[in-house]
């Protein structure tokens, strides 16, 4: 895998398409109707997945709070990621750093949400859960055009496991 110096993979974008009827999914969390509606294209696929293009993205089953959502790969069900899409004026990104991101990927910051990668981990004890956020290399999603793109932010200050402890609802 390759990155360009601004972050973003170095890889061509790819012909993926929509689909143009609802795909049937068998998850780690049960099985998914992913409606065209429901569907995000990654041309250049999420570091260490380039070849994953196709991603349905939807909500997960209780006791999972709503603010985190399932992304799930439509080409090989066992890959699947749990997500946190929040907007961009609500990101823990600085604007400067945002802006570059939306520069570097085509995207455009007001049309835009921001999506964290997140670990949820049973306590080591048995009690409870731990949850990250991957704040360094964020997945800029268009939710009208359904594309986004994963950028890793040059900026070393952010994290990539953000504690999430006492999370409530805002990182």
Excluded at 26 to 53: K, N
Excluded at 125 to 136: K, L, T, V
Aim: hydrophobic residues 45%; aromatic residues 8%; charged residues 20%.
């Amino acid at each position: 895998m390759m990155l360009n110096p601004d972050g973003a993979l170095a890889l061509p974008d790819r012909p993926t398409a929509l689909p143009s009827e609802t795909v049937i999914v068998e998850t780690r969390f049960g099985t998914y109707e992913f409606t065209p509606a429901q569907t995000v294209v990654m041309p250049h696929g999420l570091i260490g997945f380039a070849d994953q293009q196709l991603f349905g993205l939807a909500n997960l089953p209780a006791p999972v709070p709503e603010a985190f959502k399932l992304l799930q790969s439509l080409g090989e069900p066992p890959i699947s990621f749990v997500v946190m899409p929040i907007s961009s004026d609500e990101a823990p990104i600085e604007a400067a750093d945002l802006d570059q991101a939306c520069t570097a990927t085509g995207f455009v910051r007001d049309e835009i949400h921001v999506m964290f990668l997140c670990t949820i981990r049973p306590k080591d004890d048995g009690e409870g859960i731990d949850m990250w956020a991957n704040i360094r290399a964020p997945i800029l999603f268009d939710p009208e055009a359904r594309r986004a793109r994963q950028y890793v932010l040059p900026n070393d200050r952010y994290p990539l496991r953000q504690p999430l402890d006492n999370w409530n609802g805002a990182l």
